[in-house]
């Protein structure tokens, strides 16, 4: 990729992005002078004197040690989310100096700022609680701060998608940078790497087949460098829907995390949001319907994450774009999965870059996208679109000969779903697709982690587990917990998958027959609160359907007993309670969707 970076950068100086260029290109000459209305001068506070603003402002940027010709520069924002808790964004310190040298060497002065920081593993209760406060966040930082375009640093799970919705409100020019993928690692004739194996081994050590001793060393192999997931997990489907919509490079959102081609990504990043200033494109022109089409189409071929599919729904919104479930249905029925990654197959990014990444299956899929899009650069997509002279074909199948003729996601409708759930039948038993069973209840996360291994629960393999009240209502926030465990004493007698149910999500790392996102949630009151032991359901992959074969009048008696569950009293958790929309409107807070 090095050979594309360099001849990239060489067509940004070639194009004129010097800091001459740009002063000229936006009428602001480079000198000294309350008269400018870029960089420094935008959003200067209110003071009734605007230009004592901008004095006032540049006596305390020069306190930093910048001189006047810096300061009369344009600038350029870096969103900072490193943190000492978040391991998938180690390298952040690095991609910024890198960031900051594109900016300086293509003219401009670049600013780095903190925002909230999510990571997956060390958040309570759990990193989807907070990504709409880390949206609300950055886009707070991106309006109220100066500067004329920005570079957005993110990768674990739910960075990605929260800048996204913060570039699509603020629209202000934008270049989504990620931290890319670790390396998987080789061990005793395997390659393991978070957290798909996390998950295989951890199921083999609740089953009794991995011993305590083993399971303890396993824990120091599974991450052994920076980066996010090295599956196409949910941080991994998010970089590569990013490419698709167009906010990062063709051709970056892959490169792992500790090669030095993501240093050069980041130095491009840098460069690319100067050039930005010169000519605009804002995010509302690069996130269009015709893109947000076009990276469900990427997602249901990548077998990708079922949390993107929400991240992906927030994203629209923010840009007044609806995406309906029925019509994911339609799109999946015509999407091959065309990418043979864990957790469903057996690479991991670090070869779906080496095979030839998005631009090889962009190009796969060329027919089924709609070419007008443009990028961050300004190109179309279908002017973007190359025939790679090289695709490894294990790991980016041929649309002749696909991992599966169907997408990897489907959407269910029924009594149960009145407004839709979801179930990833790329990672699923086809065997367990048709299936009418006897329900087994829990009623939340507590209830769940009490009675799952007991050894008096009322179930067996046939039976489908249920868990409620782990929405995004809930003080749960959502939690990855639709991955119900097995039952201890069913996973030990060697059964491997069951059918699970819930309102909660799962991580794109996970696999199994798993139904997701069922929506009303049982805490705003949704069928699923109603659901006891012992009901019966049916689920039909073929039919999209999903329903509680319960009699109107049990349910009407049922629904007369609920009460919904108390408000918090203040904070996040009060206002989360009191603004999430439900999954099918991707759980954004009602108010920062684009009709508010």
């Known amino acids: 990729?090095?050979?594309?970076?360099?001849?990239?950068?060489?067509?940004?100086?070639?194009?004129?992005?010097?800091?001459?260029?740009?002063?000229?290109?936006?009428?602001?000459?480079?000198?000294?002078?309350?008269?400018?209305?870029?960089?420094?001068?935008?959003?200067?506070?209110?003071?009734?004197?605007?230009?004592?603003?901008?004095?006032?402002?540049?006596t305390f940027a020069k306190s930093m040690g910048y001189s006047q010709a810096m300061l009369d520069k344009p600038v350029v924002g870096i969103v900072d989310t490193g943190s000492d808790y978040n391991?998938?964004?180690?390298?952040?310190?690095?991609?910024?100096?890198?960031?900051?040298?594109?900016?300086?060497?293509?003219?401009?002065?670049?600013?780095?700022?903190?925002t909230v920081s999510l990571c997956e593993p060390s958040l309570f209760p759990t990193s989807m609680h907070f990504r709409n406060l880390a949206a609300l966040d950055t886009e707070a930082m991106l309006t109220a701060q100066p500067m004329d375009s920005a570079v957005l640093i993110g990768g674990c799970d739910k960075s990605v998608p929260a800048q996204l919705m913060a570039a699509a409100s603020s629209d202000i020019p934008a270049v989504q940078l990620v931290t890319g993928p670790m390396l998987a690692t080789p061990f005793q004739g395997e390659r393991l790497s978070a957290c798909t194996?996390?998950?295989?081994?951890?199921?083999?050590?609740?089953?009794?087949?991995?011993?305590?001793?083993?399971?303890?060393?396993?824990?120091?192999?599974?991450?052994?460098?920076?980066?996010?997931?090295?599956?196409?997990?949910?941080?991994?489907?998010?970089?590569?829907?990013?490419?698709?919509?167009?906010?990062?490079?063709?051709?970056?959102?892959?490169?792992?995390?500790?090669?030095?081609?993501?240093?050069?990504?980041?130095?491009?990043?840098?460069?690319?949001?100067?050039?930005?200033?010169?000519?605009?494109?804002?995010?509302?022109?690069?996130?269009?319907?015709?893109?947000?089409?076009?990276?469900?189409?990427?997602?249901?071929?990548?077998?990708?994450s079922t949390n993107a599919l929400i991240h992906l729904t927030a994203i629209a919104g923010r840009v007044g774009v609806k995406i309906d479930l029925h019509k994911l249905n339609e799109l999946s029925d015509s999407t091959p999965v065309l990418v043979d990654l864990k957790p469903t197959g057996e690479g991991y990014m670090e070869d779906f870059h080496a095979a030839g990444g998005m631009p090889a299956l962009l190009w796969e899929l060329r027919d089924l996208l709609h070419l007008d899009p443009i990028d961050v650069t300004g190109v179309s997509l279908g002017e973007r679109l190359i025939k790679p002279d090289f695709?490894?074909?294990?790991?980016?199948?041929?649309?002749?000969?696909?991992?599966?003729?169907?997408?990897?996601?489907v959407s269910l409708f029924g009594s149960l779903a009145p407004r839709g759930a979801i179930l990833k039948r790329s990672a699923a038993t086809e065997?367990?697709?048709?299936?009418?069973?006897?329900?087994?209840?829990?009623?939340?996360?507590?209830?769940?982690?009490?009675?799952?291994?007991?050894?008096?629960?009322?179930?067996?393999?046939?039976?489908?587990?249920?868990?409620?009240?782990?929405?995004?209502?809930?003080?749960?926030?959502?939690?990855?917990?639709?991955?119900?465990?097995?039952?201890?004493?069913?996973?030990?007698?060697?059964?491997?998958?069951?059918?699970?149910?819930?309102?909660?999500?799962?991580?794109?790392?996970?696999?199994?027959?798993?139904?997701?996102?069922?929506?009303?949630?049982?805490?705003?009151?949704?069928?699923?609160?109603?659901?006891?032991?012992g009901d019966r359901i049916r689920l039909s992959v073929k039919d999209r359907s999903l329903d509680l074969l319960v009699p109107a009048a049990e349910l009407d008696r049922r629904r007369a007993l609920w009460t919904a569950p108390a408000k918090p009293k203040r904070g996040w958790d009060r206002l989360i309670h009191e603004q999430v929309l439900q999954a099918d409107e991707g759980c954004d807070l009602a108010m920062l969707r684009k009709e508010g």
């Open 1 to 58: 990729m090095s050979q594309k970076f360099e001849a990239w950068q060489a067509c940004l100086f070639t194009m004129g992005t010097t800091g001459a260029s740009i002063a000229a290109m936006t009428n602001t000459p480079p000198k000294h002078g309350l008269a400018l209305k870029q960089g420094l001068a935008r959003n200067t506070a209110n003071y009734g004197d605007k230009d004592f603003a901008l004095y006032l402002r540049k």
């Open 87 to 114: 391991n998938c964004h180690r390298t952040v310190p690095e991609l910024i100096e890198a960031v900051k040298r594109g900016v300086l060497a293509a003219g401009g002065l670049p600013l780095a700022f903190p």
């Open 197 to 304: 194996d996390c998950r295989r081994y951890w199921a083999q050590y609740r089953a009794g087949t991995v011993s305590e001793e083993r399971i303890n060393l396993i824990e120091g192999r599974l991450a052994t460098t920076a980066g996010t997931c090295g599956v196409m997990g949910t941080a991994s489907t998010m970089a590569c829907l990013a490419e698709a919509l167009g906010m990062i490079p063709l051709g970056h959102g892959s490169i792992p995390a500790v090669h030095a081609d993501r240093l050069r990504a980041a130095e491009e990043a840098g460069a690319l949001a100067v050039r930005l200033i010169a000519n605009p494109i804002k995010p509302s022109q690069i996130m269009t319907a015709h893109a947000i089409e076009n990276a469900l189409r990427v997602l249901l071929a990548l077998g990708g």
């Open 391 to 409: 695709v490894d074909r294990r790991y980016i199948r041929a649309r002749s000969e696909p991992v599966s003729a169907v997408g990897g996601i």
């Open 431 to 533: 065997s367990l697709f048709e299936k009418e069973a006897r329900a087994v209840v829990f009623d939340g996360l507590e209830d769940l982690a009490n009675r799952i291994d007991s050894s008096d629960l009322d179930v067996t393999a046939d039976d489908i587990l249920v868990l409620k009240n782990a929405g995004s209502l809930t003080p749960a926030g959502m939690p990855e917990a639709g991955y119900l465990p097995i039952p201890s004493r069913l996973a030990r007698a060697g059964v491997k998958d069951m059918v699970r149910m819930s309102d909660c999500r799962m991580s794109g790392t996970a696999f199994g027959t798993i139904v997701l996102h069922i929506t009303p949630e049982a805490a705003a009151g949704g069928p699923l609160a109603l659901v006891e032991s």
